[in-house]
């Protein structure tokens, strides 16, 4: 069985880091892009960043860019997100996804597999 599974989520203060981890199990996940989504109350899940499988290649919303970063490591299979420079419009519900195929997309039904999400708040 195929989990995603997200931790690191938490209460910080404005301007405060985090960094969320991701461990897919069940299989590997080298050839997947992996993709960080977000939802905060009342709204939709929006695409906050994604890297390929290789790691080469990265792509981030306008509103992280540059504050956020995202990395992984194949031979543990895992994949982070540095989030830095927090403000409060970041609090969300965060999650992990893994979508097939090469490239990415910002498009939440083109991932294959979803964690349950980590929260984090962020206070002002």
């Known amino acids: 069985q195929v989990q995603l599974v997200e931790s690191g989520g938490g209460l910080v203060q404005t301007g405060g880091s985090l960094r969320l981890s991701c461990a897919p199990s069940?299989?590997?996940?080298?050839?997947?892009?992996m993709g960080w989504f977000r939802q905060a109350p009342g709204k939709e899940r929006e695409f906050v960043a994604a890297?390929?499988?290789?790691?080469?290649?990265?792509y981030y919303a306008d509103s992280v860019r540059g504050r956020f970063t995202i990395v992984r490591d194949n031979a543990k299979n895992t994949v982070s997100l540095q989030m830095n420079s927090l403000k409060p419009e970041d609090t969300a519900v965060y999650y992990c996804?893994?979508?097939?195929?090469?490239?990415?997309?910002?498009?939440?039904?083109?991932?294959?597999?979803w964690g349950q999400g980590t929260r984090v708040t962020v206070s002002s």
């Open positions: 996804a893994a979508k097939s195929g090469s490239g990415y997309d910002i498009r939440t039904y083109t991932y294959d597999y």
């Open positions: 890297i390929t499988g290789s790691g080469s290649s990265t």
């Open positions: 069940g299989r590997t996940f080298s050839s997947y892009t």
